[in-house]
Structures are given as C-alpha cells and as structure tokens.
C-alpha cells in the first residue's frame, strides 16, 4: 500500500485504506475520517475518530509503540493531506507552468498580467521576479499599448564580429512585454479600447491630437496617463510637462496664452524627482519597471553590513547575517504553532525569514505595519533552502509608498 511513496503515507486514500487494516473501519467511519481530514481539518473531530482507532488496533492485537506510529501518521498527515487525483492535477499545472515560464516567458507573464487578479503574488512582484529572469518590460504608452499586455517581438540583431549577414542568419532579440493600459489605475475599459480604435487610423501626433480625437478620454484619466508616463512618446519632455500639456489639452487656456510664443508657452514645470516618479509609478500603476526601491538604498545598506538575498545561498549554514527588503508575504499559518513567516525582496532576488512567536509579539507593531524591514539573525542552509531566523527586526524608512504584501492567508 505504501511502497510505492516509499513507505511514507502522501495521500488521503493511502490513510483511509490503512484505517481500514489496522483499526477494521467500515466503509463509513473511513469516510468520517475522509471528512475530519477535508476542508475545516477539524481536529476535535480527528480525536474522536482516534479513540475509534485505538479501540480498532486494540481488537487487532497491535502494540502499544505501534499504535502510536500509527497514530502519529494519520493524525499529522490529516493536517496537509489531499487526495491522490488533487496531487497529480497539482503536479500537471506545476509542470505546464514552469515549462511555459521557463520557454515562454513574455507570453506567460502576458497572460499571468492579463488575468489578475489570481495566485499568491502581486502583479508588481511578478514583473520583477520576470526582469531577474531576462524578460525586458516595456512601459505603458498611448502611442502603442493596447489595452491587455502583449508580446512584441524583438527586431533581429546582427552577431557581432561577423559582417554581410543575411537577414535569416541574424539573431531574433527575445519576445518584450508591453504593459497594456489597463494597468493605469482609475482609467476605464472603453477608454482604452477607443484610444486602441483610434490610433488604429493613424499615429497621434501629440498629446493635443490625443485628445482631440478620442473625446471619450476624461480630463483626469488625461491626467492619469501623464502621471505614468504614458504620454511621454507624444513630444512631452518629461511627466510633468505631459501634465502641463495634457491639462491645456483638456481645457484650453485661451486666446491670450494661445498667442504667447512657442517658448514662453512650455511647461515651467520641474521633472519629478526620483522618489516622486516610483511614487507615481506605484500610486498609479502599482508597480515600477524603473529601478528596484531597494537599489536606491544599496550604499546606505552596504554601510549597515545588508547582505543581497541573491547572496544568501552562497553563506554558510549558521552565519551570523542581516538582510533588509520591502516586504512581499507575511504568513502564520494556523499549524505553525504561532511562528511567522516573511519573505523580503530585493533588487536581487528574495529572502526568506522565520520570526519565532516570542519575536513577533516583541516586533509586533514593525512586522504589521513596515513596508520595509531590516532584519539580524542567522542563516539557516541546508538542502538548497534558505532562510534566516530572525533576531531582531526593525522598521526601514519609508521613501515610497508601496504595499504589495500578501499577508496572513
């Protein structure tokens, strides 16, 4: 029964079955069993079904240390376990995920993006896991984004050193995603669907022309799409001169600004600053693909002695390590005996972190509330999985209003 999982019971139907040869269950208390195990895992009604157990075991002659191997097994095993049939269509949508994320990555993050929300990351989490992976995101623009996120295919190169290739010898750059506009925060369907029809009968010329020919493009979803920097491509300088520009389009200054020459009537408007740019990418979009937030803080944390997650695997089990990042996922399962579980991310990559019950009623108000964490503790590596159990933690000064985190499910 169990040889095939070596010895190891991983799936429901291998627990009932050994239900029904040790302790003699019926068809019927096996699936009382079936059900303590399902959904809720209810264990009150797992300890009623134990003393069925033992009394089935005890009339079978089992031993006392045997029982509770048993025991143990089925008692433990009923609070992850889940039939056979839901592994194996686990398993096939793991592997067809990986297969496609691995071959097809501007596709698969398409898709991934078209259909949010869904799975366990946001979409900002993603896109940067995709860019550590190759994948080059190109920005939402009026000029090109349609309303979804595409592919477009990257113009062939020539190799370099080899001279008067063919156009079939050069190399085909990799598939790009374009981000659609639905991806503008605030900005309704059917006004991307009509600056998508519009566009279709000619290139716009500026952002004058934008809104000229798509009447249906309210004065704030103008202003939106400014804000992102979705109208740089029509002649604007920067984001704030599309604002300038994007709020004369949508309400005419008038005839005595009209008359000004071409000079005196551009924006006086200062470009956005660094931090005011993530923040506008973050409050309009959700998400940056300009650099990582914590790359900007890289010299301050190498001066704290912060350790890039991508660095991680590569220390000693044991070592004594800090880490910092904007914080991803918070979890405390209910099986965890109250132990929390973080994961930080970096421009680098992600680090895993373990804060003990004691720890987080001592952090309790940094680990609820920061967007960004500076974590000591000592690394723990040992087959291929990292993490560090926390020590002491504490709250990163928030420069950019970002909060992706999937907590607590």
């Known amino acids: 029964m169990l040889k095939r999982t070596l010895g190891i019971p991983l799936f429901q139907e291998q627990l009932l079955r050994m239900a029904m040869i040790v302790a003699g269950f019926t068809g019927g208390e096996a699936e009382e069993l079936r059900r303590a195990m399902g959904f809720k895992r209810s264990e009150k009604r797992m300890q009623e079904i134990e003393v069925k157990l033992r009394a089935g075991m005890d009339r079978?002659?089992?031993?006392?240390?045997?029982?509770?191997?048993?025991?143990?097994?089925?008692?433990?095993?009923?609070?992850?376990?889940?039939?056979?049939?839901?592994?194996?269509?686990?398993?096939?949508?793991?592997?067809?995920?990986a297969y496609l994320k691995c071959h097809y990555l501007a596709a698969f993050m398409a898709a991934m993006l078209n259909n949010q929300p869904m799975g366990f990351y946001a979409p900002a989490i993603l896109l940067n896991d995709a860019r550590r992976h190759g994948l080059r995101v190109l920005p939402i623009d009026v000029a090109v984004s349609r309303w979804e996120c595409t592919v477009e295919e990257g113009a062939r190169c020539q190799v370099p050193g080899v001279r008067e290739q063919s156009p079939r010898h050069r190399v085909a750059a990799s598939p790009r995603l374009r981000l659609g506009l639905m991806?503008?925060?605030?900005?309704?369907?059917?006004?991307?669907?009509?600056?998508?029809?519009?566009?279709?009968?000619?290139p716009f010329r500026s952002i004058d022309d934008l809104a000229r020919r798509v009447p249906e493009l309210r004065k704030d979803e103008m202003n939106k799409l400014a804000e992102v920097g979705a109208l740089n491509s029509l002649e604007a300088a920067h984001r704030r001169d599309a604002l300038w520009q994007a709020g004369h389009a949508v309400q005419p200054a008038g005839p005595l600004i009209d008359a000004l020459p071409e000079p005196e009537r551009a924006?006086?408007?200062?470009?956005?600053?660094?931090?005011?740019?993530?923040?506008?990418?973050?409050?309009g979009t959700g998400f940056t693909i300009g650099r990582h937030p914590m790359a900007y803080r890289r010299e301050e944390l190498n001066a704290l002695g912060v350790t890039p997650a991508r660095q991680l695997a590569r220390m000693r089990h044991g070592s004594r390590v800090r880490v910092a990042g904007w914080v991803i996922v918070r979890q405390r399962p209910g099986t965890a005996k109250g132990f929390v579980f973080l994961s930080m991310e970096d421009e680098t990559g992600v680090s895993n972190v373990i804060v003990t019950p004691d720890l987080f009623e001592r952090y309790r108000f940094e680990l609820l509330s920061a967007h960004f964490l500076l974590v000591d503790g000592t690394l723990q590596n040992m087959d291929h999985a990292v993490s560090v159990k926390a020590a002491r933690l504490e709250a990163l000064s928030a420069r950019v209003a970002v909060d992706v985190s999937h907590d607590f499910h």
């Open 267 to 283: 924006s006086p408007l200062a470009q956005m600053t660094i931090e005011e740019r993530l923040n506008a990418d973050f409050s």
């Open 60 to 97: 079978n002659g089992i031993a006392k240390d045997a029982q509770e191997r048993i025991i143990r097994s089925i008692t433990s095993f009923a609070l992850y376990g889940f039939p056979e049939s839901h592994a194996a269509s686990f398993a096939l949508l793991a592997y067809a995920s």
């Open 183 to 202: 991806y503008v925060k605030g900005f309704r369907a059917e006004t991307g669907q009509a600056i998508v029809r519009e566009r279709e009968r000619g």
